[in-house]
Nanobody
Framework: QVQLVESGGGLVQAGGSLSLSCAASRSAFRINAMGWYRQAPGKQRELVAVISSGGSTNYADSVKGRFTISRDSAKNTAYLQMNSLRPEDTAIYYC???????????????WGKGTPVTVSS
């Protein structure tokens, strides 16, 4: 089964930047949408940004203009560039990918294990 490996989380001061990456452990027949979600302590998991196979993007209002999602289809990798970070961006960030592993299989949704982002004030 394909696994998603996230990296790039850490501790940063408010106003700083971090870059997250999410790589699929191996190639798949087709990777559809790739996205990032986050979950802060005591809150529900929420969508941060998503990018379609065609490159269309969608962002949560709270991160528009500060975060940028991108993907490298050849590397089966999604990225999240986070600028002007705020303490309220502190959360566990999860990668989410919709893909079809083999031509004969059905589309399935996968989650990474999450990477923590902490923004200090």
């Amino acid at each position: 089964q394909v696994q998603l490996v996230e990296s790039g989380g850490g501790l940063v001061q408010a106003g700083g930047s971090l870059s997250l990456s999410c790589a699929a452990s191996r190639s798949a027949f087709r990777i559809n949408a790739m996205g990032w979600y986050r979950q802060a302590p005591g809150k529900q998991r929420e969508l941060v940004a998503v990018i379609s196979s065609g490159g269309s993007t969608n962002y949560a209002d709270s991160v528009k203009g500060r975060f940028t999602i991108s993907r490298d289809s050849a590397k089966n990798t999604a990225y999240l560039q986070m600028n002007s970070l705020r303490p309220e961006d502190t959360a566990i960030y999860y990668c989410n990918v919709d893909m079809r592993e083999y031509f004969y299989s059905r589309d399935m949704n996968y989650w990474g294990k999450g990477t923590p982002v902490t923004v200090s004030s």
